[in-house]
């Protein structure tokens, strides 16, 4: 429905509507005045005209009796005093006019014949007939007209007197609505002076003047009843937005803290807080482009600690946690603030030294780091002995780009570890050709795995003194088919950098057992089997089951069994290691300790594992007869071995001097070329 807006104020529409009221009121009321008086005027004429006409009748019946017109008009001229009538006229009884009287001749003159009702309008004028009675018989009749001018003439005075007092009542009425509108707009204009001072000021505690009890009064009251209801609202949603942006504030910093976090976290290492990859990476190439503006060196040193692994694997992630942390605060103690030292991954650390001066200081850096790393670290109540392997490449000698000097600082790192260990190594234009190499061979080794193309030789060994076979050591061959038989001093370490050991070493261990297992009838069918096991093999804790698996699956008895594991695994935090060894004893399994003397290992420590037999190094056996400090060594390991109960197997005897010399003092197993080479066993089993 369309709704019709006016512009008209409230304030003139009440004027409007009350002088409308009175003055219809008042119209209605003069209208009715004037109507009455009209009546009354003219009914009041009528009577005194019927009084006049009675008089004038009774005055005259004796006139007419007597048929004397002129004493009839002689009587009805008396009412020449009478101001309204303008004539009369006496008519006999058969209506024929008998005597008559006219104020002014020339204005009026009198019908000849009585008109037929008894009273109307003539000429303009009134007139009335009454009959005249003699002795109860109609006699005459007599007609008298009356003047209406005065009438009217009274009447126009009388509106005139009415018209003033109307505009009167009019003026007034005006003067009256004028102030009476203020009784009821006044309120509702406060009302809306106050709904709009709300709205403009958002002001909700305003309230707006009750002035009145009546409707307007109720709906101010319903207007401040509506504006506690908003300000309730509004208090409540103020309430609500405060906490919403007290929450939204807390939300905020939370994310702010949570992005400064992970921009810390995507920048550092969080174990350490040095700095990680992707930092070290910028930090490389912004040195790199400034070494170049300038014309200046710049050093970049890739570490790596060596054997972290086993101690991590053995005194679990916790010590090993702890070990990096240490490493990384003396890490940073030998370096400047300028440098970049940053934790690459696991025990990796890169040094970024942005401005080098003289090559002097870089091996002193160098030479500084491998020191402090070197010094025993104490964590959790265990003494920790690692060491460090170090790379070092220059730019713009080694590379110009980042990614290459890092490349071949890397390659600097295997060099060192290469080379022993707890050292380190400049970068060399050769380098990269031996970790192709690595690489190539990796991925052969990989292939030829897949390929089942590695083979098991076996190395005799006899009894010292009555040189009869007593057993076998399995040897795993490589042959590939571009480059021949690739030493297992190379394709082993590389098998345990790239973590392929473990299927080597299951894989050497099941072929022997079924091997040995072809020799049922002959004089082999006794002799024991050894198998060199990996110390990374000593991460995993079901070592033994794995053994287990294999001497299940192929039936060779565990008494026959000897696993040679080497002295490195005797460190620090080699308990899991015992528990190891243990539950391989608990097997049936003979252990024995190989290459022994190449690596510190404590006698008290060697008493408390579960040992059956020592292998002297054959480093010193080859040096026997030649310096009598390696014969005197030689002869401390025998006795002390058969002092611990252990027995003695002198490996590598390649000549009848050294066998001589062991026989003599008390080893109890030989091994070595003087006896037999690494062969197939279709070839051991023609031993006799
Ligand atoms: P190892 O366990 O000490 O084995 C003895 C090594 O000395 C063998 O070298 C053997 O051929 C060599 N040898 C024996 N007698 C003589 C001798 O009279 N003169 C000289 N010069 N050498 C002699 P090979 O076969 O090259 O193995 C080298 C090393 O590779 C082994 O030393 C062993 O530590 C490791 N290895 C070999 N096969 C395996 C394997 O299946 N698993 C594991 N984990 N390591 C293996
Ligand atoms: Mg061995
Ligand atoms: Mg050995």
């Given amino acids: 429905m369309k709704t019709i807006q006016t512009k008209t104020s409230i304030r003139k529409k009440l004027i409007n509507v009350l002088l409308l009221t009175s003055l219809s009121a008042l119209l209605s009321t003069s209208l009715g005045f004037a109507l009455n008086d009209w009546l009354s005027l003219r009914n009041a004429m009528l009577d005194h005209v019927q009084i006049q006409a009675t008089i004038i009748a ?131 204009l406060k009302l809306a002076e106050t709904a709009r001072t709300v709205s403009e000021t958002q002001d909700y505690a305003l309230r707006a003047k009750k002035i009145s009890t009546d409707e307007i009064g109720a709906l101010v009251d319903d207007f401040n009843n509506m504006l506690s209801q908003i300000q309730l609202r509004d208090l409540q949603l103020l309430k609500a937005r405060n906490e919403l942006e007290g929450k939204v504030n807390a939300r905020t910093q939370e994310l702010t803290e949570l992005t400064r976090q992970l921009k810390y976290q995507a920048y550092h290492d969080t174990l350490t807080g040095l700095s990680n990859r992707i930092t070290f990476d910028d930090h490389l190439r912004l040195a790199i482009d400034q070494a170049r503006r300038n014309k200046q060196k710049l050093v970049v040193m890739f570490l790596d600690l060596d054997r972290f692994k086993i101690i991590n694997d053995t005194l679990g992630h916790g010590i090993g946690d702890q070990l990096l942390i240490q490493v990384s605060k003396r890490l940073s103690a030998c370096l400047r603030e300028s440098d970049t030292l940053a934790r690459l991954g696991g025990d990796e650390f890169a040094v970024l030294l942005p401005q080098i001066q003289q090559a002097s200081h870089i091996s002193g850096v160098a030479q500084k780091i491998t020191k402090v790393i070197a010094e025993t670290i104490i964590v959790d109540g265990y003494s920790l002995h690692v060491t460090s392997s170090i790379g070092i490449s220059l730019f713009p000698d080694d590379g110009e780009r980042a990614e290459t000097i890092v490349k071949n600082a890397d390659t600097a790192m295997y060099r060192s570890k290469d080379q022993g260990r707890n050292q380190f190594t400049f970068f060399s234009a050769k380098m990269n050709e031996r970790a192709e190499r690595r690489l190539l061979l990796e991925t052969r080794l990989r292939k030829a795995l897949k390929e089942n193309r590695l083979r098991v030789h076996y190395q005799p060994r006899f009894d010292t003194h009555s040189l009869k076979l007593i057993g076998v050591e399995a040897l795993a061959r490589w042959s590939d088919p571009d480059e021949g038989a690739i030493s297992p001093g190379e394709f082993i370490p590389l098998a345990e950098e790239c973590g392929l050991i473990a299927k080597i070493d299951e894989w050497v261990l ?34 033994h089951e794995v053994v287990a698996a294999i001497l299940d699956r192929t039936g060779f008895p565990a008494s026959r069994l000897e696993l040679e594991i080497t002295e490195s695994l005797f460190g620090p935090g080699s308990k899991d290691v015992c528990t190891s060894l243990e539950h391989l004893r608990n097997l049936g399994i003979e252990l024995s300790i190989d290459d022994f003397g190449t690596a ?86 023609k031993i006799k």
Wanted: with cysteine; hydrophobic share 40%; charged share 20%.
């Fill in 510 to 543: 099941e072929t022997a057992c079924r091997d040995m297992l072809t020799n049922k009838n002959d004089a082999t069918s006794q002799i024991s089997l050894a198998v060199n096991l990996s110390p990374a093999q000593f991460i995993r804790k079901d070592l």
């Fill in 58 to 188: 009774n005055n005259s019946i004796a006139a007419v009796v007597f048929n004397d017109a002129e004493s009839a008009k002689e009587t009805l001229n008396t009412l020449q005093s009478d101001a309204d009538i303008v004539s009369a006229a006496l008519y006999t009884n058969n209506k024929i006019l008998f005597a008559y009287y006219e104020r002014d001749a020339s204005s009026y003159s009198i019908p000849d014949k009585l008109p037929n009702p008894d009273s109307g309008s003539l000429n303009g004028n009134q007139f009335v007939v009454d009959t005249i009675y003699h002795e109860n018989e109609l006699l005459a009749y007599i007609m008298l007209v009356a003047d209406y001018s005065n009438l009217q003439k009274r009447q126009i005075n009388h509106f005139l007197i009415a018209l003033g007092v109307f505009t009167l009542a009019l003026l007034f009425s005006l003067i009256l609505s004028r102030s009476l509108q203020r009784i009821i707009s006044r309120p509702i």
């Fill in 600 to 685: 510190y290992s404590s006698l008290s420590r060697l008493k408390q594992l579960p040992l059956n037999t020592l292998k002297i190094d054959q480093s010193f056996v080859r040096d026997l007869g030649k310096t009598p400090e390696d014969d005197a060594l030689v002869k401390t390991i025998i006795t002390m071995a058969h002092n611990l109960n252990l027995k003695v197997v002198a490996e590598g005897v390649e000549s009848e001097l050294q066998y001589q010399f062991i026989k003599r003092h008390g080893c109890d197993t030989v091994q070595g070329f003087l006896f037999g080479k690494p062969v197939p066993y279709s070839l051991i089993k």
